[in-house]
Structure formats: C-alpha cells, structure tokens
C-alpha cells in the first residue's frame, strides 16, 4: 500500500473516530429512551439505503425462503432500527451504575452461572449478535459474574481504542481473536473463570456446520476446550423487549459427550450451538444482525 493511501485511511480514521465522539457527546445529553428512539428511526430510515444491506437481503433468502419479500423487508427494516438503539446505547450502558442498570435489564438462570462456577473448570457463555448485544457483559458484570471477552479489533485503532476504554470498566477482561486469544482462554478455563464469545459470525478456517439447513463455517475452539478441560457451554440469549429494556437468559450447559472421536464430537457439538442460535434468531428475526457474510457464495 502506497504511503499517500496509507495517509488517506489514516486521516479518515481519524474523522470516523471524532465524529463517533461527538455524536455520543451529543445523544449522551439526552435521556437514554428517547436518545435510543431516535438511533432506531434514523437507521431504519437510512439503512436500507447502504449497500451492506444487499447483503441482508441475501442472508433471509437464503435462511429464510418461505417468508415473502415484504417479510423480509420488515425484518430488515426492523433490524436496523435494533442495530440504530444498540449504537445510541453503548455509551449509556457503559456508564450506568448496577442499580440503574438493573432497571433496564433482567439476567434470569443465575442458577447455572453458580453451578458452573461450583463445577471449577471454567466456563463459556454463548450468545450472538441479538438485540444490544453489549447488554450481556455489563450485566453479567452487575450481578456479580464478570466475563472475560473475546473480541474482534475494529479495522479503526482509534475507534477500537474508544470502544476497548469503555468495555474494560465492567470486564474482567478482553481476549482477541487469534491464536495469542486462544491460548489466553486456555489459562481462564483451566483458573475456573468465565469467558463470553459470540459465535454467530463465520470463522475462515473454521468447519462447516449446517446453519439454517446450509454449511456455514463455524469456529470449533469452544467444543475442543469442553472436550478436552471440562469446561461447561452455557447457551446465552438476549431478548429486547421492549425499548431499552432487556432479558438475558443464561440456560442449562450443553451436553458434552466425549466418544473418543474429537473430529465427531465437536462437529455434534457445534452443530447443536448452531441449532440454538438459529431458533432464537427465528423467534425474533428483526433482532439479529444479517449483514455478516455467514454462508459462502451469493454474499460477495
């Protein structure tokens, strides 16, 4: 890359970084629902118009082929207006403290973080990117459960720098992606700790899963660590419910049968997380993000 280019994304990132600044320094002066509604009405207005939302369109064809176009359309529509309040929120929800927070946000199946807690050998706490998605943590954290998050960096350093300064007021800490990430989340498991991970998006190098009836690659890290650690799956779902109001729903671990075959088991194993996700993603369409390229071809 030409050091002229490299100048141009410099400056540019620049720019994305200030302007995010400002408009959370201007929302922020507002009460949070009313500053939400208004993230939600503009990108529901405006997003459809990106060309990232071709992409949408794609993904409920593909998952989604029995509903009709107008379906889709709402459900698009709709998602944007959930993506427009999650960014509204983020820099709210960062600040509140536990008791305000709690007022927005509900964590049921406490039981199962404590019985995994008692278990010892680590835990992994899976959801996707539904409803405001950066809910989970914080609430985690409030209630007394803080995660350890992996991540993946922003292509921006100094957005990434922004969101990272505001995300480690409540985590017990963050995990990129990659394999200095994956050696990192070995030492929490086998320390008894808790990791969060969304694992809706593909992973490259991953291994094909049926996903919404077609093969989507999906990272295999966390049945290899349940298969070889003990460590417990818990399925994580976050509902928005109305508003900026949330439910997080932490449900019984998924069972971990291990047949000698680690090619076998983690393929049943990551078969049953995306079995999960994709009824929750049914139940409530709108809610999840389909703009990531998650099947190959047809999503160029």
Not at 27 to 32: A, I, K, R, S
Not at 62 to 82: C, F, K, V, Y
Not at 266 to 275: C, L, P
Request: charged share 20%; net charge positive.
């Amino acid at each position: 890359m030409s050091s002229v280019k490299q100048h141009h994304i410099r400056i540019r990132y620049a720019i994305e970084a200030l302007l995010v600044k400002i408009a959370y320094g201007i929302l922020t002066l507002l009460p949070m629902p009313v500053a939400s509604a208004l993230g939600g009405f503009f990108a529901a207005q405006f997003g459809p118009y990106f060309a990232r939302n071709k992409v949408a369109h794609n993904n409920l064809s593909r998952a989604l082929p029995e509903l009709p176009p107008q379906a889709h359309t709402r459900i698009i529509r709709g998602m944007w207006n959930n993506l427009g309040r999650t960014f509204v929120e983020y820099p709210y929800i960062t600040r509140m403290n536990n008791e305000a927070f709690r007022n927005i946000a509900v964590l049921e199946g406490v039981e199962h973080i404590k019985a995994a807690d008692l278990a010892g050998k680590g835990s992994i706490f899976f959801t996707g990117h539904l409803g405001n998605f950066e809910i989970g943590p914080k609430l985690f954290a409030c209630n007394g459960f803080p995660l350890h998050v992996v991540y993946r960096s922003s292509n921006n350093p100094a957005l990434h720098e922004l969101i990272h300064t505001l995300r480690n007021r409540y985590l017990a800490g963050s995990i990129p992606k990659g394999k200095a990430g994956s050696r990192q989340m070995i030492e929490i498991v086998k320390s008894g700790q808790r990791i969060g991970i969304m694992l809706d998006q593909k992973m490259n190098d991953g291994i094909p899963v049926r996903f919404f009836g077609q093969d989507a690659m999906t990272a295999p890290g966390v049945a290899r660590l349940a298969l070889k650690y003990g460590t417990q799956i818990l399925p994580t779902r976050i509902i928005r419910t109305d508003g900026i109001k949330h439910k997080v729903i932490v449900y019984p671990p998924v069972t971990i049968t291990n047949t000698g075959s680690l090619h076998d088991d983690v393929f049943t194993i990551m078969s049953t997380i995306n079995s999960i996700l994709e009824s929750w993603i049914r139940e409530y369409p709108e809610q999840w993000t389909w703009l990531h390229r998650r099947w190959p071809e047809n999503n160029k």
